[in-house]
C-alpha cells in the first residue's frame, strides 16, 4: 500500500466553523507533512512531524492546528479562517524528515473554501 | 533558504515529440533533487531523483539531467503523450535537509 489518504476531499466552511482535515498512511513512514497549494503556486510547507513530533512549524497561524495522535494518523483542525486561507492542503509522508530518503508520498489533498 | 526557479511557466508540445523541462537551483552544497508530476486535481507524485554524485539518471521515458556547474537540472520526456499533460515540479532539499522547496512549476501541454 503505497497510498495517501485525505478526508474530505472537498471543504466548504465559513470563518466560525471549526473544522478538521484527516491524513492517513499505512507504509511505515514516521514523517508526515502538511503543505498549503494555492492555485498554479507550488505546495509551500506548513508542517513536518517526525515520529510523532511537531518539528517544523513554518510560521503558520495559530487558526491551523495540526495534530499527530499515532505514526499513521496526521489532523490539521481547522478555526477562524480566513477567506484567503482558501487553498489545496495536501499531506504527504516519507521515511524520515532526514537524510536516508527524501522521497515523499503525496495524497490528493482537500480542497478548501472558506466563505 | 534554498531557492528553485523553473524556467518557463508553462510548455507545449506535440504528441510523440520530447520534452525539455528546466530548473534551477541557488545552493550549491544541494545533494538530492526530485522531479514532481502534479495532474489537475491530484497531489504531487514522484517521477524521478537525482543524488548529486550523478550527472544522469534514467527511467521509463523519462531522463534528469543534473549540471552541478551552472546549477541547473531538466527533465526530459521522450516521446511525449497527452497523459502527460500536468505542471512538473522540480524540489530540492533545505541546508538542514529536513524539508523541500519547490521550484514554481512549469505546466506541459501536450498537442494531439
Known amino acids: 500500500d503505497t497510498e495517501v489518504t485525505q478526508t474530505p476531499k472537498h471543504l466548504v466552511m465559513g470563518m466560525t466553523n471549526k473544522k478538521s482535515l484527516k491524513c492517513e498512511q499505512h507504509m511505515g513512514h514516521r514523517a508526515m507533512y502538511w503543505y498549503k497549494q494555492k492555485a498554479k503556486k507550488p505546495p509551500e510547507l506548513m508542517f513536518v512531524y517526525s515520529y510523532e513530533k511537531l518539528s517544523i512549524n513554518e510560521s503558520v497561524p495559530s487558526r491551523f492546528s495540526p495534530e499527530c495522535p499515532n505514526s499513521s494518523l496526521l489532523n490539521l483542525h481547522l478555526h477562524a479562517l480566513q477567506p484567503e486561507d482558501s487553498a489545496l492542503y495536501l499531506c504527504a509522508s516519507s521515511h524520515t524528515s532526514g537524510a536516508i530518503s527524501y522521497e515523499q508520498y503525496f495524497g490528493p489533498g482537500t480542497r478548501l473554501t472558506v466563505t | 533558504g534554498e531557492s528553485v526557479g523553473l524556467h518557463l511557466p508553462t510548455l507545449s508540445v506535440q504528441e510523440g515529440d520530447n520534452s525539455i523541462i528546466n530548473c534551477a537551483y541557488s545552493n550549491s552544497a544541494s545533494d538530492y533533487f526530485i522531479w514532481y508530476k502534479q495532474e489537475s486535481g491530484k497531489g504531487p507524485q514522484f517521477i524521478i531523483d537525482i543524488r548529486s554524485n550523478m550527472d544522469k539518471r534514467q527511467g521509463q521515458r523519462v531522463t534528469v539531467l543534473l549540471n552541478k556547474t551552472v546549477k541547473h537540472l531538466s527533465l526530459q520526456i521522450a516521446a511525449t503523450q497527452p497523459g502527460d499533460s500536468a505542471v512538473y515540479f522540480c524540489?530540492?532539499?533545505?541546508?538542514?535537509?529536513?524539508?523541500?522547496?519547490f521550484g514554481t512549476g512549469t505546466s506541459l501541454t501536450v498537442i494531439p
Open positions: 524540489a530540492a532539499p533545505s541546508n538542514t535537509g529536513n524539508q523541500f522547496y
